[in-house]
C-alpha cells in the first residue's frame, strides 16, 4: 500500500495534502471544463442557460405535447398564428440539457414560419444549427423536430 492513514496525520494522501484551496477550485474548474466542453458547443450551453421563449403563452392557438419515454424528458410547446404564420411560440421542457436548448431553438425557428413550411422543421435541421450534436445527446433533436411535426399535424387538422 503506498498511502496509510495510521502513517500520516493527514486524512488525505500525501499528493492532497499538498494541494491549497485555490489549487483545488482551479483543478475543479479545469475539470469542468475538459468534461462539458467536448460533450456541449457554446451555442447548446448558451441556449441551455439563458433559454429563448420560455413559458407558457395565454390563448395559444395550438398546444402540443411530446415525450421521449427512454429517457422521460417532456416537451411542451404552444404557438399562436396569425394569416397563417406562427406570430409567437413558447415552450416548457423537463428535460436534459439538449432538450432544453432545441426546446429554445425550436422556438425561435418557429417565430414567423408558414403553417405550410413546418414539416422543414428536422433534427437535422436542429443539429445543425448547433454546429453538432454528440449522437448521445441527439434525442433533444428527436424531441424538438417531433414536436414541430405535431404542430404541424395539429394545426393542419383544425383549419
Known sequence: MWWSPRSRKSSCPPAWSQISVGDTACLLDTAHRLHTQPMFS????????????????????????VSNPVCGDILKVAVYVENDRIS??????RGCTTSIACASRLT??????QICKLHEITTE???TTFGELPPETIHGAYL??????ALAARLTTTR
Open 108 to 113: 425561435e425557428l418557429l417565430t414567423g414560419l
Open 88 to 93: 409567437e411560440a413558447r415552450f416548457l421542457c
Open 125 to 127: 435541421l436542429l443539429t
Open 144 to 149: 424538438a423536430a417531433d414536436a414541430a411535426q
Open 42 to 65: 457554446r451555442e447548446v450551453l448558451d441556449h441551455f442557460q439563458n433559454p429563448r421563449n420560455a413559458g407558457e403563452l395565454k390563448d395559444p392557438t395550438a398546444i402540443v405535447d
